[in-house]
């Protein structure tokens, strides 16, 4: 029997088939068959924001089982405290809350870009936590980034952020408001000063808008809508010498010059 990849050509001289462009075409098929399957592997917001629920409702009990299915061996992830974790120290940081603790997490206003084979999911989170039956919540927002490999869709990198909130504001001690009323200076001729309003302290700088100054505790102050604080420092005899901006603990110091 002839061998079936041997024909003749016109010259009646025997050869073999062009083994190559079998192999190409057969490659070629192959190539495009699996596009059709990367194509056909589509997720939808709805799938995400499904996952994402997922995770997030297996941290009060400690199941790390979603954190280790949805997260890529590669991925990476920031928290809100700004530590970055590789997937084994994620994966670990997941353990049950302590004992009476509890809480909820919801994910809610999910915003995606989903792409052939990427998809980033925006979104924020809603926390409830109950600690000795004291009731405590807290927002956040996350951003993951999903990419479509090895026939199954997982996180390659995420990342969470904490919503600033304001402190709750504390008990205004209006008989010594006029202690903090003056001009402070940080560098020669860069001033501000302090003013009262009734019970309202404000600061302004130069030609800014004034700034409400909402009170935390007697001397200690802060602008509604923005991080940091501004301590009004004394000295021994107990006069404010001094207004201490701190953000993220370090302090920008406003030396007081005199009385308005």
Do not use: C
């Not at 199954?152 to 952020?161: E, H, V, Y």
């Amino acid at each position: 029997m002839a061998n079936p990849l041997t024909f003749a050509n016109n010259f009646g001289k025997p050869r073999r088939r062009n083994l190559t462009v079998i192999t190409l075409a057969a490659a070629l098929f192959a190539a495009t068959a699996n596009a059709r399957s990367v194509e056909s592997e589509t997720i939808t917001q709805d799938e995400l924001v499904r996952a994402t629920q997922e995770l997030v409702d297996s941290i009060a009990i400690g199941n790390q089982t979603p954190w280790k299915t949805y997260f890529a061996e590669d991925a990476v992830y920031t928290d809100e405290t700004g530590k970055t974790s590789d997937k084994p120290a994620l994966v670990a940081s997941i353990v049950p809350l302590p004992k009476s603790y509890s809480g909820t997490i919801k994910v809610v206003k999910p915003l995606s870009h989903i792409f052939e084979q990427t998809a980033i999911l925006s979104y924020d989170l809603d926390e409830s936590e109950i600690v000795y039956g004291q009731v405590l919540h807290a927002r956040y927002h996350g951003t993951d980034t999903w990419l479509f490999r090895n026939g199954r869709w997982q996180i390659i990198a995420g990342q969470l952020l904490r919503y600033y909130e304001d402190p709750a504001i504390g008990k205004i001690d209006t008989a010594h408001l006029d202690d903090f009323v003056g001009t402070y200076e940080i560098a020669p001729g860069e001033t501000l000063t302090v003013s009262r309003e009734g019970t309202k302290l404000y600061i302004k700088r130069g030609e800014m808008p004034k700034i409400l100054l909402e009170p935390e505790s007697p001397d200690l102050f802060f602008h509604p809508g923005a991080e940091g604080r501004r301590i009004f420092r004394r000295n021994e005899s107990g006069k404010v010498d001094a207004m201490i901006y701190r953000r993220n603990n370090e302090d920008l110091i406003w030396k007081k010059l005199t009385q308005s």
